[in-house]
């Protein structure tokens, strides 16, 4: 079975202050991992997927088959940066994303 | 492109009654998904459709659901003799091909009285 745990719900931050929006999973097969941001009243969006290796708006998240993990990280968190983040995985066949329970991120000024 | 569109935003129906929500997928998508997501948790898998083919419903409870994605129109996913525990957040997601990225709609939020 496929599971995708997030343990923080809430994580605050200053303005300018590094982000680490934690994830791991589990899962028997290769992994396919993705990470959702839904802003204030929009939807959910894709904001990265690790096959990708991009960075999205200062987002970068590395593959760590060892520890199990895909870690959300931002050097210098900004107030836009406030939103509801998801952790998802994706499965063998394609068909079928786990998502985590998802962290708030508050940014303060 | 409009992405993809859900309505109505909110539904509110009585126990025993019957909750009807449409999904549009993004032009060119032929792959739906449907998502629910409970109050404090994340969101759960429900059912994966082509058209005209229910591919996976594993995560579907297996009475009063169901879920369709007819040749033309919208897909729709049914829940028949709503309960209070139906009350959720029921997210339609679509992609071009089974293996690509998720596109989601805003989701429907289900209030059962």
């Known amino acids: 079975a496929q599971r995708v745990t997030q343990p923080e719900k809430l994580l605050s931050v200053f303005k300018g202050a590094p982000v680490e929006l934690k994830c791991n999973y589990s899962?028997?097969?290769?992994?396919?991992l993705f990470w959702y941001v839904q802003y204030s009243r929009q939807r959910l969006q894709l904001l990265l997927r690790?096959?990708s290796r991009e960075s999205i708006k200062g987002f970068t998240a590395d593959l760590n088959k060892g520890e199990t993990s895909f870690h959300l990280k931002k050097p210098f968190a900004q107030e836009e940066d406030s939103a509801m983040y998801y952790c998802?995985?994706?499965?063998?066949?394609?068909?079928?994303?786990?998502f985590g329970g998802g962290t708030r991120l508050m940014v303060k000024p | 492109n409009a992405g993809v569109m859900q309505n109505p935003r909110h539904l509110v129906r009585r126990r025993g009654q019957e909750a009807r929500l449409r999904c549009s997928p993004m032009?060119?998508?032929?792959?739906v998904y449907w998502y629910r997501q409970l109050p404090e948790e994340g969101l759960k898998f429900m059912v994966y459709?082509?058209?005209?083919?229910?591919?996976?419903e594993s995560g579907m409870p297996k009475e009063r659901f169901s879920a369709e994605f007819p040749k033309e129109g919208p897909s729709i996913l049914r829940i028949q003799q709503v309960v209070r525990g139906d009350s959720a957040a029921y997210f339609c997601?679509?992609?071009?091909?089974?293996?690509?990225?998720?596109?989601f709609g805003d989701g429907t939020r289900l209030s059962i009285l």
């Open positions: 997601a679509s992609s071009p091909e089974g293996d690509q990225p998720q596109h």
């Open positions: 899962y028997s097969g290769s992994p396919e």
């Open positions: 690790h096959i």
């Open positions: 998802a995985l994706l499965n063998n066949a394609g068909n079928m994303l786990t």
């Open positions: 032009k060119g998508h032929s792959h």
């Open positions: 459709l082509q058209k005209e083919n229910i591919i996976d």
